[in-house]
């Protein structure tokens, strides 16, 4: 995506663990297609890209659930975790991909090191193309 590169290349991670990371992944994204309503109803905001990361941010590393003032959503905050988890290789990284309709969806990351905030329209479809690709290479 652009500039923007995820994943340590001197990092090791367990085939079968990257594997069943990229399908949770893959699952969340279309528990998001469900709860489109709610995502439009944040990311609608005319607010900059850094309060919506800070938002997920919170929601998933520090809270563990949404804010009270944004009413209930039907999924968990972690659902918008836009990397596969639980392994070594995206340690350092921060990354949430958030579905906002059909087509679209915003990726929001930050750079390696905690530089600049990205926030990328990216097509959903692309995305979890660029994930299935990745699955696949792995288990061929």
């Given at each position: 995506?652009?500039?923007?590169?995820?994943?340590?290349?001197?990092?090791?991670?367990?085939?079968d663990?990257?594997?069943?990371?990229?399908?949770?992944?893959?699952l969340?994204?279309?528990?998001?297609?469900?709860?489109?309503?709610?995502?439009?109803s944040?990311?609608?905001?005319?607010?900059?890209?850094?309060?919506?990361?800070?938002?997920?941010?919170?929601?998933?590393?520090?809270?563990?659930?949404?804010?009270?003032?944004?009413?209930?959503?039907a999924?968990?905050?972690?659902?918008?975790?836009?990397?596969?988890?639980?392994?070594?290789?995206?340690?350092?990284?921060?990354?949430?991909?958030?579905?906002v309709?059909?087509?679209?969806?915003?990726?929001?990351?930050?750079?390696?090191?905690?530089?600049?905030l990205?926030?990328?329209?990216?097509?959903?479809?692309?995305?979890?193309?660029?994930?299935?690709?990745?699955?696949?290479?792995?288990?061929?």
């Open positions: 995506m652009d500039d923007v590169i995820f994943g340590s290349e001197d990092a090791t991670c367990l085939s663990l990257l594997v069943g990371e990229i399908d949770r992944l893959m969340n994204i279309e528990k998001q297609k469900d709860n489109i309503d709610f995502a439009r944040i990311f609608g905001q005319k607010m900059p890209p850094e309060y919506f990361f800070q938002l997920l941010h919170d929601a998933c590393w520090v809270e563990g659930d949404w804010p009270g003032s944004l009413g209930a959503s999924v968990e905050p972690s659902v918008y975790i836009g990397l596969p988890g639980g392994n070594e290789i995206f340690d350092a990284d921060e990354a949430y991909f958030v579905v309709d059909s087509m679209d969806g915003i990726l929001l990351c930050r750079k390696r090191g905690g530089g600049e990205v926030m990328l329209k990216v097509n959903v479809h692309d995305y979890v193309d660029i994930w299935r690709r990745v699955k696949s290479e792995i288990i061929s």
